[in-house]
């Protein structure tokens, strides 16, 4: 022990922890920190000492017996003195160590553990874990534990994670079990509630250490304690969820013993995963999140193998059940064939769902390694699903919500599997299913995941590309024949004077359903049948329409989507002629402003308010150059700005209908979006979003994010033609006002609304006055010349717009000194007439705000260049500087 004499010389250690005992309780942070970061490394390395010195005594006691159990003739008594003398020492420079180790913990632990300092709190946690990792025997007592136990409450996330890693390596040692179990019982609560930490890494260590907990005590955590934590598998916080996700694997998802394998009802047998997956459907149906079940997925695909095992899943789904199993219900079929497709999109294409992976900004691309498991994953998914995929869809073809699903599954395919592994057979087995589906089906979900699956096989860059496309044509000249025949016998009977009945209705309605979704998906502008399709438009705005109103929005959603085909194929291609494009588009453009302006029905108008829009973005500057560009003229922005106003910014009660309400509030955004994008885009001009601007604080909680959007992309464009916008925003608002009220008071809730807003505008101009000194200059004089509009009409008196300076004062302090000059003047001009009484209170108070200095703009400080000086004159400079120095210190 001679290399560890100096701890124990009575000297040197004693007045080191006297030093930084001292140090450590200091009022400067610095010395503090420093001081306590010493002594707990110290600490540490003294707790490796004991280890040694420990180790030594058990080593020199082993020997002394051995040496002692001896015969006599053999027994070397000299020997026996000397281990004797060792050990006594060992024992007494153990005793010297833990003496140390006892008041260093009492004289700085005890008081730096509740720092004001986070670091310092860090540290202590940090720390105290080692020792109780390493030196159990001394420091894994309840007497340590509890301060771990009680900084488990900080305030601050970093200091809480510091806790519980130190926790984490003791829970999984399984000779600690003991030791642990008081702590355990007092604490467990603080540590399942830490599973929902605000720090997300917190949260995920928490759940680790929950985990942990399970393994060492399986009858600690209540089914309460667990429900806590089997939530977080639908956490936003991908960490936490994957965490959570591994919880489950231990607490539900195991074979604890091998079951006794199980056969179906012809014979085959069971896979060992096929309990688990029945669990997995009984949890996902009892969290009665159903819409959410690729968050689920996403937990737990990386941690368990039986979300990739594709035969167990569909065995369950074809296979009847045999002697002594359960057939999966309805239900629960319905919820293992959504789980199915959302492992199969996950591991065909490496992405987690939407709100779980990076941002678009810090978008990653998958490693080597991760695309190389995702391209073989993907290829066992394809040959497993290439021959029991048009089997799942004859066995479910009559339930929409499961064919869904299912027909969404060759979307993921490896295609060229079907060349290679000579598959074609089952190839034209699924077209043919593909094909039977559409021609059945009514519903516009299924119809439309058709559509989709067909678009991705038919790419022209696979092998099976000509027999897809031929297939493909096959389903397109179906819908398209159905429809010819449909309202050729629905025209017919209009023409005799007859009545339609109810299957003739829905003939007409279904099949100009399945036309407007393949359009969506299909070129079918060679079926010629847009003269065909507009020919009804007319009927749109007519109160005694023949034509039933679901069948004119499908009428007008296919021209839609074939006058977008047109375009496609004249940028691309070059084909087509742009002038019968152009004619076509005109005239579809001002059926929709009919539309738009006077349809028969709401859904007919937001039909053709959404075409409009999304037109007006496609033709902006499209390939056939002005001739084929659609303008957003003052009329149609007028059509548009009313139709939002008149559909968005509206309030609806929906007590008790939180799903419909959820429904509607998602289609006024898309609306308000629609409009957004013409601003954002330059379609529009900027001065048209004013209407829309002045809806953010009343409506800041359903549209928020997408006015504020769209305030940032405007002052991109141009700030000053932002800002004017502002101010009519501003002065819409003061109107309405003005037209309810004449003479409002200031504290009337519509006024003290104008005024938030007009903070929030000012917020948005940042820091940088200089950059946008033209831009609050307009808004500024603009606003002061519609709060002086009037007058002189009013005699002696105020005009009737003067309160409008109050909100327009709002942005005053953003103003450099000149500008504020220049506003002031312009101000004083406008209002010559004023009387300083109690009526001219705004002028007064934005008179004020103008006058308010901001600090003086002061230019940096003139870098001085380095320049040779002759020794004489530096140290002249030098003694001046020094007496300058002593004058201030005497001072």
């Known amino acids: 022990m001679c290399q560890y004499s100096i701890i124990y010389d009575q000297y040197l250690m004693d007045n080191i922890i006297s030093l930084l005992t001292g140090l450590s309780d200091s009022q400067v942070q610095a010395f503090r920190h420093t001081a306590t970061l010493a002594v707990m490394k110290l600490m540490t390395a003294l707790v490796d000492v004991a280890l040694l010195t420990s180790v030594n005594c058990d080593n020199c006691l082993r020997q002394y017996e051995a040496e002692r159990l001896k015969g006599r003739d053999k027994r070397a008594s000299e020997r026996l003195e000397v281990l004797v003398a060792k050990r006594q020492e060992l024992e007494e420079n153990m005793e010297e160590i833990k003496n140390m180790l ?65 926790l984490q390596p003791l829970y999984e040692c399984e000779e600690l079990k003991g030791k642990l179990e008081l702590f355990t019982s007092k604490f467990k609560d603080r540590i399942v509630s830490m599973t929902l930490d605000k ?30 934590v089997y939530e977080l598998v639908y956490s936003s916080w991908r960490g936490v969820a994957a965490a959570a996700g591994e919880f489950l694997n231990v607490r539900l998802f195991r074979c604890d013993e091998a079951p006794a394998p199980a056969r179906s009802r012809r014979g085959k047998r069971r896979l060992p995963a096929t309990p688990l997956v029945r669990d997995l459907v009984q949890f996902f149906i009892e969290s009665e999140l159903h819409e959410h079940g690729a968050y689920l997925v996403d937990s737990l695909i990386d941690s368990n ?17 045999g002697p002594g199993e359960e057939a999966l219900d309805n239900r629960q079929e319905s ?69 869904t699903n299912l027909v969404s599954i060759p979307q993921y395919f490896d295609l060229e599997l079907y060349t290679t592994q000579r598959q074609e057979g089952n190839l034209a087995l699924l077209l043919a299913k593909i094909r039977e589906i559409v021609k059945t089906q009514t519903e516009a979900e299924v119809l439309e995941t058709c559509g989709r699956t067909l678009e991705a096989l038919c790419g022209e860059q696979h092998a099976v590309y000509t027999r897809c496309n031929v297939a493909r044509a096959t389903v397109t000249d179906m819908c398209v024949n159905r429809y010819k025949e449909a309202i050729d016998e629905y025209r017919s009977l209009l023409e005799g004077g007859e009545t339609p ?59 839609f989507y074939s006058l977008l085909w047109a375009l496609h194929e004249l940028e691309e291609r070059g084909a087509g002629d742009a002038a019968v494009l152009r004619e076509r588009l005109q005239a579809y453009a001002r059926h929709c402003r009919d539309v738009v302006a006077r349809g028969s029905t709401p859904e007919l108008r937001e039909e053709a308010y959404t075409s409009l829009c999304d037109l007006l973005i496609y033709f902006a500057e499209p390939a056939g150059g002005r001739r084929l560009a659609l303008e957003a003229d003052a009329p149609l922005c007028d059509l ?51 209407d829309v601007f002045k809806h953010y604080i009343k409506c800041y909680n359903d549209y928020g994010d997408i006015i504020k959007a769209t305030l940032s992309k405007a002052r991109e ?67 002061v010349a519609y709060a002086a509009l009037e007058a002189g009409e009013a005699g002696d008196g105020p005009p009737p717009r003067l309160l409008f300076l109050e909100p327009l004062a709002e942005f005053s302090g953003k103003l450099l000194r000149q500008d504020k000059r220049a506003v002031l003047k312009f101000a004083e001009a406008r209002f010559s007439g004023a009387q300083w009484g109690e009526d001219w209170a705004p002028l007064l108070a934005y008179r004020q705000s103008l006058l308010t200095d901001a600090p003086e703009e002061r230019p940096p400080p003139a870098r001085r260049h380095y320049t040779r000086r002759n020794r004489g004159q530096h140290d002249e400079e030098e003694g001046e500087d020094n007496a300058d120095s002593d004058q201030e210190q005497a001072g």
């Open 335 to 403: 919820s293992l064939i959504e789980l199915m497709v959302c492992c199969v999109r996950q591991a065909s294409t490496g992405e987690p769902p939407v709100g779980r992976g990076a941002s678009r900004k810090q978008h990653q691309a998958l490693s080597k390694e991760q695309a190389k498991t995702v391209s073989d994953d993907r290829a066992k998914m394809t040959t497993h699903f290439m021959v029991t995929l048009p089997a799942l869809l004859d066995k479910f073809g009559a339930d929409p919500e499961k064919l």
């Open 305 to 321: 193998p039986m979300m990739k095992d594709w035969e167990c899943m569909t065995d369950l789904l074809l296979e009847e059940a």
């Open 717 to 783: 464009i141009n700030k000053q033609s932002c800002a004017l916008a502002m101010q009519l925003a501003m002065q819409a608002l003061f109107s309405e006002l003005l037209a309810r009220q004449p003479a409002p008071a200031r504290t009337l809730p519509d006024f003290l609304e104008l005024k938030e807003l007009a903070k929030r505008f000012a917020v948005m101009f940042g820091l940088d006055a200089v950059k946008n000194r033209e831009a609050l200059t307009a808004l500024h004089r603009a606003g």
């Open 102 to 166: 006892s008041y260093m913990f009492k004289s700085v632990f005890v008081h730096r553990y509740r720092d004001t300092l986070p670091d310092i709190r860090s540290i202590t946690m940090s720390e105290i874990g080692n020792w109780m990792e390493k030196f159990p025997a001394h420091f894994l007592d309840d007497l340590y534990l509890k301060y771990i136990g009680w900084t488990l409450h900080d305030k601050v996330g970093e200091v809480r994670l510091r806790c519980l890693q130190a």
């Open 501 to 559: 009945d109810a299957d003739e209705l829905f003939g007409v309605i279904n099949s100009l359903r399945k036309v407007s979704i393949m359009y969506m998906c299909h070129n079918l502008n060679d079926t010629n049948i847009w003269e065909s399709l507009f020919e009804d438009l007319p009927e749109c705005v007519r109160a005694d329409a023949q034509m039933p109103a679901q069948a004119l929005v499908y009428a007008l959603r296919a021209c």
């Open 640 to 690: 548009l700005d009313a139709f939002v106003q008149e559909f968005v910014f509206v309030h609806h009660n929906y007590d008790g209908q939180d799903e419909r309400r959820i429904e509607e509030l998602h289609k006024r955004r898309n609306f308000l979006a629609a409009y957004c994008k013409l601003i954002v885009y330059n379609v529009a001009p900027i001065r048209r979003a004013a």
């Open 199 to 228: 720090e997300t890494e917190v949260a995920v260590h928490a759940v680790r250490l929950v985990i942990a907990i399970l393994k060492m005590h399986p009858d600690v955590l209540t089914d309460k304690d667990c429900e806590n």
